[in-house]
């Protein structure tokens, strides 16, 4: 009787050992992606870069002035000037 429940089952095949590999994989990545992102303060790529760019920025508002025809062209690069000096990347550097 031991015989025939022997051969009948000999325990897991040696694929089993892949599924702690894939999580392996899984949380590799997942730490990969958070070390890139918001552990390093920053954002995800989907997201905004920055809050001088967004939608309601002071930027953003020139920009869409300057594409529905509000101001033409002279103008957006003088206020976009005076404004990347106040809100630009360079701006965070300094103190204010």
Do not use: C
């Amino acid at each position: 009787m031991n015989t025939l429940t022997t051969l009948a089952y000999d325990g897991p095949a040696p694929w089993i050992l892949l599924f702690p590999l894939i999580w392996a994989a899984v949380a590799v990545a997942a730490v990969t992606l958070l070390r890139r992102t918001v552990w390093r303060g920053r954002r995800g790529p989907w997201q905004a870069r920055g809050a001088a760019y967004g939608e309601q920025s002071p930027i953003g508002i020139l920009g869409r002035r300057f594409a529905s025809g509000e101001i033409d062209e002279d103008e957006y690069w003088r206020r976009l000037s005076v404004l990347d000096e106040q809100f630009g990347p360079a701006a965070k550097g300094r103190a204010s």
